[in-house]
Structures are given as C-alpha cells and as structure tokens.
C-alpha cells in the first residue's frame, strides 16, 4: 500500500532542508524523504506544483509547501497547541535573519571554497543517497549544473572572503545574544529560532548527531574556518542544541 504521509522533497545535504526536516521530527510529524538531484530538481519542482525552484518543498496531498519556514507554519497549525508550537515571540525574526545571512552565506562560502577547485567534493554530498534514476540524471547534468551554481551564487575570486566576513558579524552578533547566560534565542523555551540557527551553521559547526555533517570534507581555507569558530559560543550553542533537541517526536500532546 502506497504511503498517505507527505512527502519531504530534499536535495543533497541542504542546511535548510535539515530546518525543515527538524521541524517536522519535533512535532513528529511523519513524512516521506524523497531526494532530488540538483539541476534536475528546477524541473521537478515545477512539475510537482510548486512555483519557484527552492527546496525543501512538502506535498501533502494537493496542497504543496514549500521553504524551510512555511514548512514550520504548516506543522506548527498541524498539530496545533498542544504539539508545543515552535513559534514564540521573537523567534520569526531571528529566523529571518538566520535564514537571509546565515544560510545564504554558508552556502555560499562553503560552495566559493569548494565548486572552483573542488567540485568532486560538493558533487559527492549532494549525489549521497540518491535513486538510481535521480543520480544518473544528476551525473549528466554536473558538467552544467556546476556552471550554473558558480553563476547564481555569484562565486567570484572575492566571493569566499565576502562571505566570511558577513558570517564573522552574524557569529559575533549572536555570541553577543547569548552573552546574558540565556538557554534559548527567543523566550524560555525551544522555538523556531534555535532551529533556524543551529541547523543553518551546522555545517561548521558539525555536531555528532549529524553524521553527513561530520564527514564531509573540506578544503584546507573550509577547515580553517571550522577550526576558528569551533569554541565560539554560538558553535557551542549549536552543538547542546543538537544534542539536547534533535531526536524525532519528542514534542506530542502527551508531553
């Protein structure tokens, strides 16, 4: 019998698609993962509803949702007051902020550092469990996709250091945030703004409980900055949230 629950459309190792992903684990909200290769997903996205080409997107039924945040509006209304809401006062714009300059400049540094020079070691992350069909496609498209990718995330000889240097201000301005001995960035409790963040920096700031994160490997420059960052205060936040808030189901009525 074919699976009722909604399907999760992801893409290689995506922080934003783990935002979403921890989202739905919290509210244990079931869902199917369904990887999709890059490049071949602007065709997909559009076939299966959807408007732009961002990913993740969620198709529950007719109905398709799609980026990390509306995701996280949808499970939040899903399973209502009692699931433990992850939207708190405050939460949305610290959300806002992580996703337009944390998540954009990760990525951005991370593929700077790595598509110019290094291509076989993005290609390798975002080819990871794949369908036979969706890697095959993948593969063909590379050579272009790749191009595309240097293009639209505008990977210029100054594109590593630019973006280095908007995440050195991020990092200092939310060491700063937890400087008042604070648990969580937004109220007394776990929200959407502790997701956003420490999904999105995840990628350096690599915590056990993701195992995709942990091995992937980095050019020297990529590794230095991991390094430097390692014992700030907001990696570190970083890491107890993964450790204290990322398995499945753990928010339900019952609670």
């Known amino acids: 019998m074919a699976s009722t629950s909604p399907r999760l459309i992801t893409i290689g190792i995506s922080h934003f698609c783990e935002k979403a992903k921890w989202a739905l684990d919290w509210h244990a909200v079931p869902y199917v993962e369904e990887r999709w290769a890059l490049g071949l997903h602007r065709v997909l996205t559009k076939l299966n509803g959807a408007k732009g080409t961002t990913l993740p997107i969620l198709i529950d039924g007719k109905t398709v949702i799609q980026g990390s945040g509306k995701?996280?509006?949808?499970?939040?209304?899903?399973?209502?007051?009692?699931?433990?809401?992850?939207?708190?006062?405050?939460?949305?714009?610290?959300?806002?902020?992580?996703?337009?300059?944390?998540?954009?400049?990760?990525?951005?540094?991370?593929?700077?550092?790595?598509?110019?020079?290094?291509?076989?070691?993005?290609?390798?992350?975002?080819?990871?469990?794949?369908?036979?069909?969706?890697?095959?496609?993948?593969?063909?498209?590379?050579?272009?996709?790749?191009?595309?990718?240097i293009r639209a995330l505008d990977i210029s000889p100054r594109a590593a250091s630019e973006s280095r240097a908007?995440?050195?201000?991020?990092?200092?301005?939310?060491?700063?945030?937890?400087?008042?001995?604070?648990?969580?960035?937004?109220?007394?409790?776990?929200?959407?703004?502790?997701?956003?963040?420490?999904?999105?920096?995840?990628p350096f700031a690599r915590p056990l409980e993701m195992p995709a994160f942990q091995a992937m490997v980095f050019p020297p420059a990529l590794a230095a900055d991991c390094e430097r960052w390692r014992e700030r205060p907001i990696m570190r936040f970083v890491k107890r949230q993964y450790r204290d808030h990322r398995a499945a189901g753990m928010a339900s009525c019952a609670a």
């Open 71 to 149: 995701i996280i509006d949808w499970a939040d209304a899903k399973v209502g007051a009692c699931g433990g809401a992850l939207t708190v006062a405050d939460a949305r714009m610290i959300e806002e902020r992580a996703d337009a300059r944390i998540g954009v400049h990760v990525r951005r540094l991370a593929y700077a550092a790595m598509l110019p020079s290094s291509g076989h070691l993005v290609k390798a992350e975002l080819f990871r469990n794949l369908s036979p069909a969706q890697r095959v496609a993948g593969t063909v498209m590379w050579p272009v996709t790749r191009r595309l990718m």
């Open 166 to 202: 908007i995440l050195e201000l991020e990092l200092d301005w939310l060491d700063e945030h937890l400087s008042d001995g604070r648990q969580y960035l937004a109220g007394d409790r776990f929200s959407r703004a502790d997701i956003a963040v420490a999904s999105l920096l995840a």
